[in-house]
């Protein structure tokens, strides 16, 4: 048995040799290496794809996608990415319409490069999480009826600690966790929950949890729902009567059931005026028609659709590539047949919306007062999440931990021009904006966004002028 095991792997190393990326076996899990993606452009690092078992009595695994930094993976942290929902993949999010190393083509059949992608900067991790989500499952239905921040927390928690199994040149990494959206409670929440077992585990392995990013996030649900009003109403989006109605008649404080007939009424009316024809998460992009996007790429004709040098049916052409049976072979996904195709957002999982209403500022300020630096940033076209509620937060923030401004609000630059603004407190919390970017920041701005995430893995502040220091390699041109 063990001369098959050694000829199996001079079979597959030498294979390997032949591959435009070699596998290196020392350390890393052969079943998990992807030896090319199907319609993938030649590249030189190394990614790694598959399943994390966390539970085995109930049957519950989290699929991830990891991809090495493309110059000097060993010198290089961890950047653990999550996309939010909850209920939505890091996959098809993060991984491949984000930041992550590749976009999907035109004709959802290929891949192209992303020359902005993250793994410039960092090695990259993209999970689905929770189980449910994309191609993470459980073979015990009830799991996903009673999913909330704390078992997602949890689980992820000890899908990092059998992933580092897997990896375990990593575990002395530095860790940097990140996310947008609703992970504005799953990252957070993620590394409070690391730090609790940082402090009962005083024997053998800590995480090294070097910062936390998070971008547009959702920290205190009835303020931002506030801000979104706000937003629409300092955007020109609905009139000074609505506005006005809304911003004096509803307490966003209240349950829904409680607010006021007025205010309901401006509420209903504000979402009229907005339109279905407005995309919410950037509003100064077009819109994308799914129905006729899916019948171009049927009949394998180009679906991408330019807004402001953005494909606004990038999710469309996703959607097609991940559920391409080569594909999901390549990755080492779907391993049990799923009953549904991969999409991205969740169709079968039941989150406790109840979450939604938990306030995230106490759980940052317990990251912040470990000394952890927290970088929350919002691209400024987004009504969902806007930044005028997201800047109060953290100024808030900063007054409740007694932390003064050591960063004046200012712009920072990028290619010579406005990146966008930043302040910091403390030498500890920071609030940027992304200048042009919408939700989803590396999506609309992927070079402003590479450009910020260097800053912050690598702790340095946001260039006050237009000629900064290159940052070590990566150039933003």
């Not at 995480?207 to 931002?224: C, E, H, M, T, Y």
């Not at 937060?393 to 004046?408: C, G, K, V």
């Amino acid at each position: 048995m063990v001369k098959s095991w050694f000829f199996w792997v001079l079979i597959v190393v030498g294979y390997g040799c032949f591959l435009e990326t070699p596998i290196r076996v020392e350390g890393y899990p052969i079943e998990d290496f992807i030896v090319k993606l199907p319609g993938q452009p030649k590249v030189e690092f190394k990614q790694y794809a598959g399943y994390i078992d966390i539970d085995v009595r109930h049957g519950r695994s989290l699929f991830y996608y990891f991809v090495e930094a493309d110059h000097d993976p060993h010198k290089k942290p961890l950047t653990l990415w999550l996309n939010g929902g909850p209920g939505c993949s890091s996959i098809g999010g993060g991984a491949f319409t984000e930041l992550g190393p590749f976009y999907p083509t035109g004709d959802g059949r290929g891949l192209r490069r992303n020359k902005k992608s993250w793994n410039r900067a960092s090695n990259l991790l993209f999970v689905e999480s929770p189980a449910g989500v994309g191609w993470s499952y459980s073979n015990t239905t009830s799991d996903y009826n009673n999913y909330d921040d704390t078992s997602t927390a949890n689980d992820t928690l000890l899908f990092m600690l059998k992933w580092y199994e897997k990896f375990p040149s990593y575990r002395s990494r530095g860790l940097f966790l990140t996310g947008e959206s609703y992970a504005g409670h799953f990252i957070p929440q993620l590394a409070n929950t690391i730090l609790d077992y940082n402090a009962h585990h005083s024997t053998g392995f800590k995480f090294n949890i070097k910062g936390v990013a998070i971008g547009n996030p959702l920290l205190q649900f009835s303020r931002d729902t506030q801000a979104t009003y706000e937003y629409y109403w300092s955007h020109g989006m609905i009139s000074d009567e609505i506005g006005l109605t809304i911003m004096n008649d509803c307490n966003f404080d209240a349950s829904y059931d409680n607010l006021s007939k007025s205010c309901k009424d401006a509420m209903v009316d504000a979402q009229d005026i907005v339109s279905d024809y407005i995309d919410n998460y950037d509003v100064i992009l077009d819109v994308c028609y799914p129905s006729i996007a899916e019948q171009e790429l049927r009949l394998k004709r180009m679906a991408t659709k330019i807004s402001l040098t953005v494909d606004i049916c990038m999710d469309s052409e996703i959607y097609f590539y991940l559920n391409l049976p080569e594909v999901q072979k390549a990755l080492h996904a779907n391993r049990t047949n799923l009953p549904y195709p991969w999409s991205m957002c969740s169709g079968v999982l039941n989150y406790n919306d109840a979450d939604h209403d938990i306030n995230i500022l106490p759980v940052l300020k317990r990251i912040v007062q470990n000394h952890i630096p927290v970088w929350v940033y919002s691209g400024d076209q987004d009504s969902i999440v806007p930044l005028l509620g997201s800047r109060r937060h953290i100024r808030e923030l900063a007054h409740d931990l007694n932390f003064n401004i050591t960063d004046s609000y200012r712009v920072w630059f990028h290619r010579d021009q406005v990146g966008g603004w930043v302040t910091e407190y403390g030498n500890l919390l920071t609030f940027a904006t992304v200048r042009g970017a919408g939700h989803i920041v590396p999506y609309a701005q992927p070079s402003k966004a590479l450009h910020l995430f260097s800053s912050f893995v690598r702790g340095r502040r946001l260039p006050k002028t237009t000629r900064p220091k290159i940052i070590d390699e990566i150039t933003y041109e």
